[in-house]
């Protein structure tokens, strides 16, 4: 199957940015339904995820009829919310489980788009605990090389080399891919929501199983990878979502910096999700469908 026009402006995204390489309550407990009740399910709108319930229960409470979905080790609610079909995905912490949930979701529910979401560390001192990133593109700053030296020699990351993931899309060659580009359109949606508790900038976006407090490491994150924020999942939701050819978002709230202030704002996930629900709500129809086969 040929590369479809979004993913192949994705994939631009992706080249560019390696260039440089910078580049609401009162609603009924959901219901649980089991695996095995999905059959042949609609399509919906946006799969929305977070990694633990300060994240995602925002969206969940804001989500009209939800029901909750459990899928072996991951939870899903469905529902609707601003008019749209809405799945809302808790898919735990880390790499593994970020693919995990992500296949899951694009398997099951087939969405036009997916938002990851959720709270994010600073690896530069210009962010603040509430400002917002909004993903360009994400990148996993754990993936690098390593040149031989002997024992007693020691170990010197300013020697590290970034190594890329490959994808081989549709069975042809491997495409390196330094970042995952995000999509270009839910992009700009999301960088014009309103927001009264800090910025909205668009920046690379970071993510590795590590939570980083040294601020030389952090340093050397920013000038290895050019990423302005970490986290744990955004880089491997966004990959899975490009294997699969499903439009990508990831979007992240400053929680906590080590520049400034360390310790993480235990209301930052909150307003990061109420965010997110408002970049949904205004997500125009037509950005939706543009994928949609012809009628």
């Known amino acids: 199957m040929p590369i479809r026009t979004g993913l192949g402006a994705r994939l631009a995204v992706a080249a560019a940015c ?11 407990r959901p219901q649980a339904l089991p695996a095995a009740a999905l059959v042949a399910p609609q399509r919906v709108d946006v799969v929305v995820q977070g990694a633990v319930d300060a994240e995602v229960m ?16 991951w939870t899903f609610w469905r529902g609707r919310l601003a008019g749209k079909d809405v799945v809302v995905s808790r898919t735990e912490v880390g790499p593994i489980n970020a693919v995990a949930a992500t296949t899951l979701a694009i398997q099951t529910f087939r969405p036009r788009l997916i938002i990851n979401q959720g709270t994010a560390g600073a690896t530069v001192p210009d962010l603040r605990v509430y400002d917002i990133v909004v993903g360009e593109a994400t990148v996993d700053y754990g993936g690098f090389a390593t040149s031989h030296a002997d ?105 906590d910096s080590d520049f400034h202030s360390p310790g993480i704002d235990p209301d930052a996930a909150g307003h990061g999700a109420r965010f997110v629900a408002g970049v949904i709500t205004r997500l125009p129809r037509a950005l939706l469908t543009r994928w949609d086969p012809a009628p």
């Open 151 to 255: 024992a007693g020699q020691g170990s010197n990351q300013a020697n590290w080399r970034r190594m890329p993931h490959r994808l081989r899309f549709d069975g042809d060659e491997r495409v390196a891919l330094p970042v995952f580009p995000c999509d270009p359109d839910a992009v700009a949606v999301a960088l014009g929501e309103s927001y009264a508790h800090g910025r909205v900038l668009k920046g690379l976006i970071g993510s590795a199983f590590q939570f980083n407090q040294e601020v030389d490491r952090l340093n050397w994150i920013h000038e290895k990878y050019d990423a302005i924020s970490e986290d744990m999942e955004s880089a491997f939701a966004g990959g899975t979502a490009l294997g699969f050819n499903t439009p990508f978002l990831a979007v992240r709230i400053i929680s």
């Open 58 to 73: 925002p969206l969940v409470e804001a989500l009209e009829g939800a029901t909750r979905i459990q899928i072996a080790s």
């Open 18 to 28: 390696a260039v440089g390489v910078a580049c609401a309550s009162g609603h009924q």
